[in-house]
């Protein structure tokens, strides 16, 4: 009987989770994969007609601005977040007065929903009120910064304020990676006289690797699934200059009465994450069988 | 002890006694006039429910301009438990109907005349397939331009009557340092402005068939290109921080004198009104350049519903939203019009008097049109795709010629 016990509590334990998980995202995938494969408008249906819906999706010039947008926004936002969030957490390491206090400051935007940052931005940016009305009243009458109102530029502003929210999270992670990494080797070679940024460059930041896998996949679904911060700073505008996939499946699905077109663009925006983190996963598996 | 549990019994006999007496017309309605003067406009049909013995269940939702309201009403549909009543409109409301799930309240609208006090056109949007699925409550027009009284006296500006007038009153204006247009840079305040300059440009009758019907040769004509020429002018005479403005405070901007004119639909007039203005004084109300006018007529569709109770309540409620009182108190309270044309304008501020006088002639003229911008015309996919190619160009440096063809292309593929 505990024999019994031993081997099947935990899968009795697993089972509801592994049943909802089942249901409710993979069951729902395929469903949405269903639908995107019909001609849905207000309701589902459930009639395949085929691909007719990608092909829409394709010719649409404004999910080809929203793709756009995605890889500019997620290709700075990631790489601007963590080259900041890095040197913040090295600057941070230095054994320096009141680091708890600094922490505490730049991991703060984290604390702040993405609607407050990007209403606050908005206010910032805007050239009527913020910055560059600031700078016109300080008497620079010539100075412009209007990035927000600027269609080839507004979704710079969105990669600000992304950079502004996520960089001190992406500092906490690197912070933790530097202080785990071994003193003795860090010791070891000031010992040998070696100048502190070749102590980064060659044997800090290699070891942490794995912090950056990290952050990249954090930072990364977080670019994907980027919503309500463009919702909140422009609105998707000028125009639908800052679209973003997620708000091009929002606009669909609830303002046009277009499900159809809103599955197909979640399953474009899937396989993008997919793209992303089965090498991920597969690297991780892989390096466990071995 | 033992009185009082008879008492307790006796008390919910009497309370099961109460509960069927007030068992009569039942209805539940989806809306999303939630904010201070709609709200108030909605409370006055449900006082109105009430005092003719039907029990009321308020379902307001707000958010996303009746977008979280729709999702609300998809998933009750889905689960089979349709409200009695939603707010609903223009083309939407057939397609519902199509999917099958909307009621027939003919008997009311036929024993009531719905027919005879109804404008044509707008009674068309309230049937499907012959039958009447749904009643009006206000009629709002779109095609209005509001402007600061005393800068037009300042600089010598009559309101203009066509679109050459307005650009040579804007260019007055700028000289002068004062913004032309007060305008939102939001899609939909885009295409607003964009429908009044096609109705503008190209008559009445493009309008239908650019706007309503779709047909491309009119989407792609020289007509729709001097429409996109003179949206491109209007940008140049809108300030620099426009985007993302929301229209309210575009329509402080002409309040405070800080801009000339602004298009927007007479919801405007709210809060002009609010603001101590006075029609005629302080701020002026015309149609657009040119001839036409677009409505945009809220509704409520009667959805199919089961049990007696629920059949006696929609066919009421139908009956009192198209009744002479609650049109005529909702739409002073809302700054809107009754969609009926007998009803007795006393009260009304002159703009509404100009609306209600425009609506009767253009309806004879058949330039009584509905209004893309506002989902009155066209589905939401065609009318969306259109919206983005209008805010496309509009913020943007794009040709017209360009953006005509985007707009055939787009419209080709959101059928």
């Known amino acids: 009987m505990t024999e019994w016990l031993e081997r099947h509590v935990p899968k009795m334990v697993l089972a509801p989770s592994f049943v909802a998980i089942l249901i409710f995202v993979y069951g729902f995938i395929a469903w949405t994969a269903w639908v995107s494969l019909t001609r849905s408008r207000l309701l589902p249906r459930y009639d395949i007609e085929g691909f007719i819906q990608y092909e829409r999706l394709f010719a649409s010039p404004r999910w080809d601005t929203a793709m756009n947008n995605l890889f500019i926004f997620g290709a700075l936002f990631i790489i601007v977040s963590m080259f900041l969030g890095l040197m913040i957490a090295i600057f941070l390491d230095q054994k320096i ?8 400051i730049y991991l703060y935007p984290m604390a702040l929903s993405l609607i407050v940052t990007g209403t ?21 009458e010539s100075f412009e910064f209007n990035w927000l109102v600027d269609p080839n530029m507004a979704i710079y502003t969105v990669v600000i304020a992304g950079v502004w929210q996520a960089s001190g999270f992406v500092m906490a992670l690197f912070l933790a990676g530097l202080r785990s990494v071994d003193q ?3 010791k070891a070679a000031q010992v040998d006289g070696i100048p502190t940024h070749r102590i980064y460059s060659a044997i800090i930041i290699p070891s942490m690797a794995p912090i950056f896998l990290s952050a990249f996949i954090v930072l990364s679904h977080l670019a994907i699934k980027s919503f309500d911060l463009v919702i909140a700073l422009t609105g998707g505008g000028p125009g639908y200059a800052t679209d973003l ?44 069988n071995d | 002890m033992k009185t009082t549990s008879v008492f307790a019994a006796g008390a919910a006999v009497s309370f099961f006694a109460a509960s069927f007496a007030v068992a009569g017309p039942e209805a539940e309605v989806l809306h999303y006039w939630t904010s201070g003067g709609e709200a108030k406009s909605v409370a006055v049909l449900q006082e109105e429910f009430k005092a003719n013995g039907g029990t009321w269940t308020d379902m307001p939702v707000a958010g996303g301009g009746g977008d979280a309201a729709m999702t609300a009403l998809r998933a009750r549909v889905l689960s089979g438990n349709a409200p009695t009543a939603v707010q609903l409109k223009g083309p939407a409301i057939q397609e519902w109907y199509e999917e099958g ?29 012959g039958t009447w699925c749904a009643a009006p409550v206000n009629v709002h027009r779109v095609d209005w331009i509001w402007a600061n009284a005393e800068i037009l006296a300042a600089n010598g500006i009559d309101m203009p009557t066509t679109w050459d007038e307005f650009n040579a009153a804007a260019e007055k204006l700028q000289a002068a340092g004062i ?34 019907d779709l047909d491309t040769e009119a989407l792609t004509s020289d007509t729709m290109v001097a429409a996109f020429d003179q949206m491109r002018t209007l940008r140049g005479y809108v300030d620099d921080s426009f985007s993302g403005r929301d229209w309210n405070l575009a329509t402080a901007m002409v309040m ?8 927007m639909g007479d919801w405007a007039k709210g809060e002009f009104l609010a603001a101590g203005k006075v029609p005629g004084k302080d701020f002026i109300c015309a149609s657009t350049p ?30 009192l939203i198209m009744g002479q009182k609650f049109q005529s108190v909702f739409n002073l309270n809302k700054g809107s019009i009754p969609a009926r044309t007998d009803v007795a304008l006393d009260g009304f501020d002159s703009c509404a008097i100009t609306s209600a006088e425009d609506m009767a002639s253009t309806s004879e003229a058949g330039s009584l049109l509905p209004s893309y911008a506002h989902g009155m015309a066209l589905r939401g996919a065609s009318a969306g795709a259109i919206t983005d190619v209008v805010t496309a160009h509009f913020n943007s440096d794009m040709s017209s010629e360009d953006a005509v063809q985007m707009l055939a292309d787009a419209v080709a593929n959101s059928m």
């Not at chain 1, 606050?120 to 009243?137: Q, R, S």
């Not at chain 1, 997620?246 to 793209?275: E, N, P």
């Open chain 2, 256 to 263: 405070n004198g800080e801009a000339a004119f602004q298009i």
């Open chain 2, 101 to 129: 799930v909307l009621a027939d309240i003919s008997a009311v609208a036929e024993a009531q005349g719905w027919a005879d006090v109804l404008p044509d056109s707008i009674a068309g949007h309230m049937k499907c397939d």
């Open chain 1, 97 to 104: 007065r009141a680091e708890g206090i600094l922490r505490t």
């Open chain 2, 179 to 212: 913004i032309p247009l007060a305008h939102g840079g939001q899609a939909w305040q885009d295409a607003t402005v964009f429908e009044t300059v096609v109705l503008g440009i190209g008559g009445p009758d493009f309008f239908k068939r650019a706007l309503v």
């Open chain 1, 120 to 140: 606050a931005w908005k206010w910032i940016l805007n050239p009527g009120l913020g910055i560059e009305a600031v700078i016109k009243g300080w008497g620079f």
């Open chain 2, 290 to 319: 040119g001839d036409g006018y677009l409505y945009n007529v809220d509704s409520f569709a009667m959805f199919e519903v089961g049990g007696a109770d629920k059949q006696a309540g929609q066919a009421l409620l139908a009956e």
């Open chain 1, 245 to 288: 996939p997620a708000t091009y499946m929002y606009a669909m699905a609830f303002s046009r009465g277009d499900i159809g077109q809103a599955a197909s663009s979640a399953m474009i925006m899937m396989m993008v994450v997919f793209a992303i983190v089965v090498p991920y996963l597969y690297s991780e598996l892989r390096a466990k």
């Open chain 1, 184 to 186: 003795e080797i860090i």
